[in-house]
């Protein structure tokens, strides 16, 4: 059984105004609600110091970053948080859709660097459990995840495409409101780390610890890319980290509501849930290879 979104400050906005539509002087009022509102938890980009470059994937950085994945291919995902603070930061971040990767990671964070600037991509689809577990991070460990969100707001951006676009061009709809999102954070950053698992799925096997993310100019450090579902499991046991609970009503992976279905009892995919029913298996952001450009 599906859980129903809760958040309906995102996409009840948009049935609302379809349904009020017909009707200016309600549609109006409705708009200036919107525009009021405060979005709790959106913090903005951090300003990097003056003279901040971009960096550039020199032949000098691939052999420092392939040097460094061999050496990590061993190390605890503590110990290369710890050299990618050491080398990288302030302008290090992470982005997390508070997976249990993500929490794992944020854990081990709240030992390192705390302060590092950790965001979620705001789609203005997610699950209300999503949005809760940013404030149980927050309680936890301090860290106070921002929520980064893509130009337009949902209503506003169904408007423009008459519709919701995650029903006619998923794709579409993961760039602007995830890939354009993390764009606009890489040019303020040098590195960033994800809680991809190589075990997740074919593209993800082949993530390297540390390498050049080609698609952001940045460096992407992958510190569980070895760990397995059970070992992040067992973390999060172990030391009661906070996560997502629908990860206990069938969903293993969480993403978009509109996106995202609990798996049926033999399923084994653990992304079975994931844009079900579509060639889609990624939202582009981990892509290695983008073929027909289903990697979006
Ligand atoms: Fe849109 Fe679905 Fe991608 Fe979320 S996961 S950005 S709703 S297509």
């Known amino acids: 059984m599906s859980a129903l979104p809760s958040r309906l400050d995102h996409y009840g906005d948009a049935a609302l105004v379809a349904a009020n539509a017909a009707n200016p002087l309600k549609l109006a009022m409705f708009e200036s609600?919107?525009?009021?509102?405060p979005r709790a938890g959106a913090v903005g980009?951090?300003?990097?110091a003056p003279g901040f470059r971009r960096l550039n994937n020199t032949a000098e950085l691939q052999e420092?970053?392939?040097?460094?994945?061999?050496?990590?291919?061993?190390?605890?995902?503590?110990?290369?948080?710890?050299?990618g603070v050491e080398r990288y930061a302030p302008y290090l971040t992470m982005a997390t859709a508070f997976g249990p990767?993500?929490?794992?990671?944020?854990?081990m964070l709240a030992k390192v660097a705390p302060e590092t600037y950790v965001f979620n991509l705001d789609t203005g689809y997610q699950f209300q459990e999503t949005l809760d577990l940013r404030d149980s991070i927050a309680d936890k460990y301090g860290i106070e995840v921002d929520l980064l969100a893509p130009e337009l707001p949902v209503n506003e951006y169904e408007a423009v495409h008459g519709g919701p676009l995650y029903r006619t061009n998923p794709n579409q709809c993961c760039f602007d409101r995830k890939i354009k999102t993390l764009q606009r954070a890489s040019e303020v950053m040098h590195a960033w780390m994800s809680g991809?698992?190589?075990?997740?799925?074919?593209?993800?096997?082949?993530a390297a610890v540390v390498g050049w993310d080609k698609k952001f100019g940045l460096v992407k450090i992958s510190p569980l890319a070895n760990w397995t579902k059970k070992d992040?499991?067992?973390?999060?046991?172990?030391?009661?980290?906070?996560?997502?609970?629908?990860?206990?009503?069938?969903?293993?992976?969480?993403?978009?509501?509109?996106?995202?279905?609990?798996?049926?009892?033999?399923?084994?995919?653990?992304?079975?849930?994931?844009?079900?029913?579509?060639?889609?298996?990624?939202?582009?952001?981990?892509?290695?290879?983008e073929q027909d450009g289903s990697g979006i």
């Not at 980009?45 to 990097?48: A, G, S």
């Not at 050496?71 to 710890?82: G, H, K, N």
């Not at 969480?254 to 298996?281: L, Y």
């Open 232 to 289: 992040v499991w067992k973390r999060i046991t172990d030391e009661g980290i906070p996560y997502n609970p629908l990860h206990d009503q069938g969903y293993p992976s969480v993403g978009c509501w509109p996106c995202t279905r609990a798996v049926a009892a033999g399923e084994t995919d653990e992304r079975a849930g994931r844009w079900s029913g579509m060639k889609k298996t990624e939202c582009g952001l981990h892509s290695i290879s």
């Open 196 to 206: 991809i698992r190589r075990d997740q799925s074919a593209d993800r096997a082949q």
């Open 33 to 37: 609600s919107v525009a009021e509102r």
């Open 45 to 48: 980009l951090p300003k990097p």
């Open 64 to 83: 420092e970053l392939q040097e460094a994945s061999r050496r990590f291919e061993t190390a605890t995902p503590e110990e290369i948080i710890a050299w």
């Open 101 to 107: 990767e993500g929490c794992v990671i944020l854990s």
